[in-house]
């Protein structure tokens, strides 16, 4: 069975430009996580969906960032325009299980480094 | 608050040495709590973990026990060996579906 993927694994931009990060849960999981670390720091939380709808985005760090989960399987995080803070490991994780916390799967996560 | 603590690295042991990496939280309750690592190249992976006061979670060798008095769970492996280079995560569930996490300690093991 194939695991949380996540594309691309290194996105080198520049300052002002637009990045769109992929993630593709594992089949069946109805939660899916976005969370980031930045540089060295805790992995922080972004944002959950579940299916195609956002539970919870009170992560997301300001109105540059655009997360998407059209028809509940695989979501995208735009950030736009790009600024230089935004530079870290943005992770994607997903899970079934409903009531009290269970384990999350994580992907490989996506660096992002802004110049 | 709400966080979770955990020792800063660098931490660099030689094969065979016994390893503590400390983690502490701050909870209202007892939230489940949770290691996981990141060897190179590679996503984060559920290690170990513990859903209840006392209980004592296990894997490949490591261990971490549940301490609602001390509000801590600390890693610990009798003998590190040089695949165990990783960076480890104690994490603690924060509601039903979300977690906070440690800075991360990276422990890299000499042969």
């Known amino acids: 069975e194939a695991g949380v993927t996540q594309f691309p694994s290194h996105s080198v931009i520049e300052k002002g430009q637009t990045v769109t990060l992929r993630c593709d849960p594992i089949?069946?999981?109805?939660?899916l996580y976005w969370y980031r670390r930045v540089m060295g720091k805790e992995i922080k939380f972004l944002l959950h969906f579940v299916k195609e709808s956002k539970q919870d985005e009170s992560g997301m760090p300001n109105n540059r960032f655009l997360a998407e989960r059209t028809g509940g399987t695989y979501s995208t995080l735009k950030v736009q325009p790009a600024e230089l803070e935004d530079s870290g490991v943005y992770f994607c994780a997903s899970s079934q299980n409903r009531g009290r916390t269970g384990e999350l799967f994580f992907g490989e996560g996506s660096r992002l480094t802004v110049l | 608050g709400n966080s979770v603590t955990q020792m800063e690295g660098p931490v660099t042991l030689s094969e065979e040495a016994f390893l503590t990496i400390n983690c502490t939280y701050t909870a209202t309750g007892y939230p489940s709590l949770f290691w996981y690592v990141q060897y190179p190249g590679e996503g984060l992976q559920l290690l170990l973990k513990?859903?209840?006061?006392?209980d004592k979670g296990s894997n490949k060798g490591f261990e971490a026990t549940y301490r609602k008095e001390t509000t801590s769970f600390h890693l610990e492996k009798g003998s590190v060996q040089v695949s165990d280079s990783a960076v480890y995560f104690c994490?603690?569930?924060?509601?039903?579906?979300?977690?906070?996490f440690g800075t991360g300690t990276r422990l890299k093991v000499l042969a």
């Open positions: 513990a859903t209840k006061a006392d």
């Open positions: 994490a603690r569930a924060s509601g039903t579906y979300k977690y906070i």
């Open positions: 089949s069946g999981h109805d939660n």
